[in-house]
């Protein structure tokens, strides 16, 4: 069910100072898109939608149309009709109190159905098999994030941010630093209450390893696609909110080669019919359930690979030792793993943390593609290997696909995955990522003209 104009009508009268409002969605690459519409066609929004391209949605990370599966220029690249989702319009703090916001579904304009290849659509046909299992997923995404400066270096890379204490540039990292914390608290607390405005339940906030890189925490949610709702909302909060303090936010998994990398790790119980997490210690088969659904990740890795490390960037993280995973073992409290436990003072709240997508993946896509092996795990029955306790990162496992061509290949050729994201979708994922690859080698880089020119 779309949204009612009566919750704008509403939400009008205690915010009556609201000039625009920003209708848009998410793309296959995570990006909001949209347009700005003024606050008097509100009314017709909610009751026809307003017109957008159907094939946005399936661009690519510079928005251009690959044509796949003959959507854009094949079909005449139709408009869908975008209509307002309930629950999903607020204010956009950054606005001067000028503007709002609202999360939009786009669908067909002929028969009002959604387009399937959205990827909050994607993400809802993986939840609604875990009704099979009688199951329900309580997930919560982490994000990791560095502020840099404005400026560029000479060759368009970025540069380190400035400290608002001293003005020098960061140059190391303080992991789980306080005073790291304070140096930069008034933009964190700017994020924090900007996110909060928006009804995105931030928590947790860490100084990381990598100089002002931060990461930010969510609350779990029982609904995984109000997690990954949170998680794209809030890059947007957070890259909104450093041009404030005239700053810039990103979240390329490695824009600075001798420093950390950012991912995006996603948090994950399940509860029965009865509210149990069913990965519970005090459960006998609490443990067992664990086992399948590690196992069923760690099948999944490689064939979704594409979609957890979806540019030729992320794969930068991919080195031994570097707290990012490069195998496909799991462990107690052990960060060099790709599927974590972590400890919990309540043996009831006992979840596995997927810890392998960079930070821009796009949550919807990773959200679905983890549930897609704890599902396929928990269905088959899998066990997993034995726990690892020590090091696991300390070489690459040459089976899973750490580049970005040869995880485009697993993805195209895969077995598991294709059951959850259908055919189509696998095929029009790697239309257009793939697209994008071709057309981002067909520029020069630096080093072609240092080693042959």
């Known amino acids: 069910m779309y949204g009612e104009y009566e919750e704008i009508q509403t939400f009008l009268k205690t915010h009556k100072n609201i000039e625009y409002l920003d209708v848009f ?38 928005g251009n149309t690959a044509d796949p599966l003959g959507h854009g220029f094949s079909d005449g690249d139709p408009d869908a009709l975008a209509k307002p989702l309930p629950g999903m319009l607020m204010t956009v703090p950054w606005s001067n109190g000028r503007g709002a916001q609202l999360l939009a579904e786009l669908t067909n304009s002929n028969d009002g159905q959604p387009l399937w290849y959205d990827p909050r659509k994607v993400l809802e046909a993986v939840c609604d098999r875990f009704k099979e299992l ?44 306080l005073s790291k914390l304070e140096e930069f608290q008034p933009i964190l607390d700017a994020m924090k209450s900007n996110a909060l405005l928006q009804g995105i339940p931030v928590t947790t906030m860490i100084s990381e390893y990598g100089a002002g890189q931060f990461e930010i925490n969510l609350q779990h949610q029982s609904d995984p696609i109000a997690a990954a709702d949170h998680a794209a909302l809030l890059r947007r909060v957070v890259t909104a909110t450093a041009l404030q303090f005239d700053m810039e936010a990103t979240f390329m998994s490695k824009p600075f080669p001798d420093q950390s990398g950012s991912g995006l790790h996603v948090h994950v119980s399940l509860l029965n019919e009865s509210g149990e997490n069913i990965f519970s210690l005090e459960r006998p088969d ?24 979806p540019n030729f960037n992320v794969y930068r993280r ?54 897609a092996g704890i599902h396929y795990g ?18 690459v496992d040459p089976t899973l696909p750490l580049s970005i061509w040869d995880a485009l290949s697993a993805w195209d050729s895969s077995t598991i995955i294709l059951n959850y994201f259908g055919k189509n979708y696998i095929q029009i994922y790697g239309e257009v990522k793939r697209a994008e690859f071709e057309a981002f080698l067909e520029g020069h880089f630096p080093r072609e003209f240092e080693w042959y020119l």
């Open 286 to 309: 609490g443990e067992s359930f664990l086992s399948q659904a590690v196992a069923g990740m760690q099948a999944t890795m490689a064939e979704a690979m594409a979609v957890f490390a």
């Open 25 to 62: 969605v998410f793309d296959l690459c995570g990006n909001a898109i949209g347009k700005r519409l003024p606050i008097e066609q509100a009314k017709s929004l909610y009751e026809f939608g307003t017109p957008i391209c159907g094939a946005m949605q399936l661009v690519d990370v510079m």
């Open 134 to 177: 009688k199951l329900k997923p309580v997930v919560a995404l982490e994000l990791e994030f560095y502020l840099i400066s404005k400026e560029r270096g000479p060759d368009g890379s970025p540069e380190p941010c400035n400290s608002p204490v001293n003005g020098r540039a960061e140059e190391q990292g303080k992991v789980l630093s």
């Open 378 to 395: 928990i269905d088959n029955k899998l066990t997993a290997n034995d726990k690892h306790s020590g090091n696991a990162g300390s070489a």
């Open 318 to 371: 991919f080195k031994p030792d570097e707290f990012t995973p490069v195998t496909t073992d799991w462990g107690e409290n052990n960060r060099s793993v790709a599927f974590r436990l972590p400890p919990t003072a309540d043996p009831k709240a006992r979840r596995v943390e997927h810890r392998v997508s960079g930070a821009e993946a796009n949550p919807y896509l990773v959200t679905a593609a983890v549930l």
